[in-house]
């Protein structure tokens, strides 16, 4: 009696879990919560297109010239009639060949590897006071007007869902799309690591003036 | 005269009369011991005085707080958690950092749906009624901006502990594990990839690989027992534990699988690491091990010589921290810190040390060592792989120069 359950209780127990994995290995739908997505309420919301190849563009096109009419209405307040940036806001061109210098300027002509990702952004997140308000067509003439800003293509051009994916961007073979990282390593020396008197302060934020307070109400200063 | 119906008068009256009505009052720490303060000799107020409670008035200047200059406005930009002020792994909700793209939306949650759909076998549409049905599951974690620290790449900037790490904080998260929502959809075999987006006006949206939403992430609604906080994403966020904060999704409304990434411009023209060579790298998601002292800082100076516990925080995105030691002199010599429980996986974990300090100059710094051996390293070992125009993933060790006056400062060692 005693020995067999000794032996029975680890074999239901074996079932039991075999059982719950099935249950866990859930089917679709096993819970049943919220409703199944229509076609017409995923269209609503299916805005993605995938930089590399453009897959999501929608129908409509848009020229150069069309966009730059819209640009000077919805966009040059904050980015600069020719994509220069006005203050502190992004510059939408230039920067090209300055990826190695000691300031560089990553922007649309110098560092974007994909014009599709152009469309995809302007269209989810501009203009910055009135998000996804525009129409495709207007997103393409956009996106054509600041690849022709930045020399990327001719003032002919026309961007469609064919035309962006095509667009050569400058900086496209520069990424590494898998990390390297750990790309540092140590052993973590506990005594006499480094020689004392080599210990020298190379650059301190004493005296910089750049830090805000962190007392009192909020610090309003801007850069001198 | 009572001193309640005294106070009461002083505050009716003019400004003059008040003055001297607050010099008649016994000064209590002149006083005190023996006498009693006013407020041992007075009733409080009552229970629901304030029915959502909020930190004591003298505690105004702990808050967030940002950098005008950085960003060209407010709705773009990021604030930072006062960690010079606070004492353990959590993160008060009203402390915890934000980075918005497109401001902060303030959503009804009646209307707040989920659609998950691409590459499943039954695309959903889920409510935040339908979401809390789910199992549900609560976990620590921090999150941290892959940019914080990033303005002391070049040299030492922030002369502050708030400003120099503050975009990093940690709470109990509680909701639905994403593998979860992903097995109820049913994920077809060809899927590798999500594509993970928010209801915001940036619509922002990441890529994700499936392996990472199917191991550790979390759709939540709640943070450190309470719902959402609206900044931190009311009423729905995604939590991809240990990595980089801009692919922890706020205000979540769309989940799609896909075969390949995506490459939107957070994962190019942001979130990318410039090597000096010109390459660049994309895909850095992981947070690595870094630590930080959080007493002495800037901010709390020492106050004469005598015996002090240093006190600080680590963290790593890979796992547990192990070891944290410090060192009093720049580096030459080190001591293991002790780790304060719990020490949770990709949650901050904290570290004390007793220190006497004699009232001499000294470089005080940590350094965390994670479960998997990898050492935190040093901005110079940082710069020698990666230049300084990364401007993400500054992991490195930070030293805070400590004057004989006691004051403190950032500094980078040579």
């Given at each position: 009696m005693?020995s067999?359950?000794?032996?029975c209780?680890?074999?239901?127990a ?6 719950a994995?099935?249950?866990g290995?859930?089917?679709p739908g096993?819970?049943?919560?919220g ?19 453009g ?10 010239d ?12 904050c980015?600069g009639?020719?994509g220069?940036?006005?203050g ?10 300055s ?6 300027e990553?922007?649309?002509g110098?560092y ?5 990702t ?5 269209n989810?997140?501009?203009?910055m006071?009135?998000?996804?308000t ?15 800003l ?14 962006l ?11 590494i799309w ?12 506990m005594n006499?690591?480094v ?8 650059s301190?934020a ?5 830090t805000p ?12 | 005269?009572g001193?309640r119906?005294?106070?009461g008068?002083?505050?009716?009256l003019?400004?003059?009369?008040a003055?001297?009505g607050?010099?008649?009052i ?16 007075s009733?409080?107020a009552?229970?629901?005085?304030r029915?959502y409670?909020?930190?004591a008035?003298?505690?105004a ?8 200059w ?6 773009s930009?990021v604030?930072?958690?006062?960690l010079?002020d ?14 918005h793209?497109?401001g ?14 691409g590459l499943?076998?039954?695309p959903l ?6 979401i809390?049905r789910?199992?549900s ?11 914080n620290?990033g ?15 503050g ?7 509680t909701?639905?594990?994403l593998?979860?929502?992903l097995e109820?959809v049913?994920i ?6 999500a ?20 191991d550790d992430?979390?759709?939540?609604y709640?943070q450190?027992?309470?719902a ?6 009311y009423?729905?966020?995604l939590?991809?534990?240990?990595w980089?904060?801009?692919?922890n ?7 799609k ?8 411009r ?5 979130y ?5 060579d010109?390459?660049?790298r ?19 100076p020492?106050d ?5 516990e ?8 890979n796992?547990k ?5 410090v ?11 002790r ?5 949770l ?14 009232g001499?100059?000294?470089l005080?710094?940590?350094r ?16 020698a792989?990666?230049g300084?125009?990364?401007v993400?993933?500054n992991?490195?060790?930070q030293?805070?120069q400590v004057?004989s006056d006691?004051?403190?400062f950032?500094?980078q060692?040579?």
């Amino acid at each position: 009696m005693y020995s067999s359950r000794k032996i029975c209780l680890p074999i239901i127990a074996i079932l039991l879990a075999c059982a719950a994995n099935l249950a866990g290995a859930a089917e679709p739908g096993s819970f049943g919560y919220g409703s199944v997505a229509t076609p017409a309420q995923i269209a609503g919301w299916d805005i993605d297109v995938r930089g590399e190849d453009g897959t999501g563009l929608p129908p409509g096109n848009g020229t150069v010239d069309r966009g730059a009419e819209v640009y000077a209405e919805q966009c040059a307040a904050c980015h600069g009639t020719f994509g220069e940036g006005e203050g502190r806001f992004p510059k939408l061109v230039g920067g090209v060949g300055s990826l190695r210098d000691e300031r560089p300027e990553p922007t649309v002509g110098s560092y974007w590897p994909f014009a599709p990702t152009l469309w995809d952004y302007i269209n989810r997140a501009m203009p910055m006071q009135a998000p996804h308000t525009l129409s495709a067509d207007d997103v393409y003439a956009l996106t054509a007007y600041i690849l022709n800003l930045n020399d990327l293509v001719p003032h002919e051009f026309v961007a469609d869902r064919n035309s962006l994916p095509k667009v050569k961007m400058r900086n496209r073979d520069n990424f590494i799309w898998t990390d390297p990282r750990p790309d540092t390593m140590t052993k973590p020396c506990m005594n006499d690591c480094v020689n004392a008197a080599d210990v020298r302060i190379s650059s301190t934020a004493e005296g910089r003036n750049l830090t805000p307070r962190t007392t009192g109400p909020l610090d309003t200063m801007q850069q001198k | 005269m009572g001193r309640r119906r005294f106070l009461g008068l002083g505050a009716a009256l003019t400004g003059s009369l008040a003055v001297g009505g607050k010099q008649a009052i016994a000064d209590p720490a002149q006083e005190s011991p023996p006498a009693d303060a006013p407020w041992s000799q007075s009733i409080g107020a009552g229970v629901v005085d304030r029915p959502y409670g909020r930190p004591a008035d003298t505690e105004a200047s702990v808050i967030r707080r940002n950098v005008p200059w950085l960003t060209a406005s407010a709705e773009s930009s990021v604030s930072f958690s006062p960690l010079q002020d606070l004492h353990g792994i959590i993160t008060p909700n009203g402390l915890f950092f934000e980075r918005h793209h497109a401001g902060r939306p303030d959503i009804d949650p009646a209307q707040h749906k989920l659609m998950i759909h691409g590459l499943v076998e039954r695309p959903l549409l889920l409510t935040m009624k339908d979401i809390m049905r789910f199992p549900s599951v609560s976990r620590i974690h921090f999150i941290e901006c892959p940019a914080n620290g990033g303005m002391n790449w070049r040299a030492a900037q922030m002369n502050s502990l708030q400003f120099s790490h503050g975009m990093v904080s940690c709470a109990e998260w509680t909701g639905v594990k994403l593998s979860t929502l992903l097995e109820e959809v049913g994920i077809k075999k060809q899927a590798k990839w999500a594509m993970v987006e928010g209801a915001d006006g940036a619509h922002m949206n990441r890529s994700l690989p499936l392996d990472k939403c199917l191991d550790d992430c979390l759709v939540v609604y709640a943070q450190n027992g309470e719902a959402l906080r609206p900044e931190q994403g009311y009423p729905l966020r995604l939590v991809v534990p240990g990595w980089e904060g801009n692919v922890n999704i706020k205000w979540l409304r769309r989940i799609k699988l896909g075969e390949k990434p995506w490459h939107t411009r957070e994962e190019t023209s942001k979130y990318t690491d410039l090597m000096p060579d010109g390459t660049s790298r994309g895909f850095t998601w992981l947070i690595d091990a870094k630590s930080v002292v959080t007493f002495p800082c800037p901010e709390k100076p020492l106050d004469g010589p005598g015996l002090y516990e240093i006190r600080g925080l680590a963290w790593t995105g890979n796992g547990k921290v192990k070891r944290v030691d410090v060192s009093m002199d720049g580096g030459v010599n080190w001591q293991t810190a002790r780790l304060h429980e719990p020490v949770l996986s990709k949650a901050l974990t904290k570290f004390t040390l007793p220190w006497r300090w004699d009232g001499r100059p000294a470089l005080v710094a940590s350094r965390v060592i994670d479960e998997n051996g990898y050492v935190q390293p040093t901005i110079a070992q940082l710069r020698a792989q990666r230049g300084s125009n990364s401007v993400y993933h500054n992991n490195s060790i930070q030293t805070w120069q400590v004057k004989s006056d006691g004051s403190v400062f950032n500094v980078q060692l040579a």
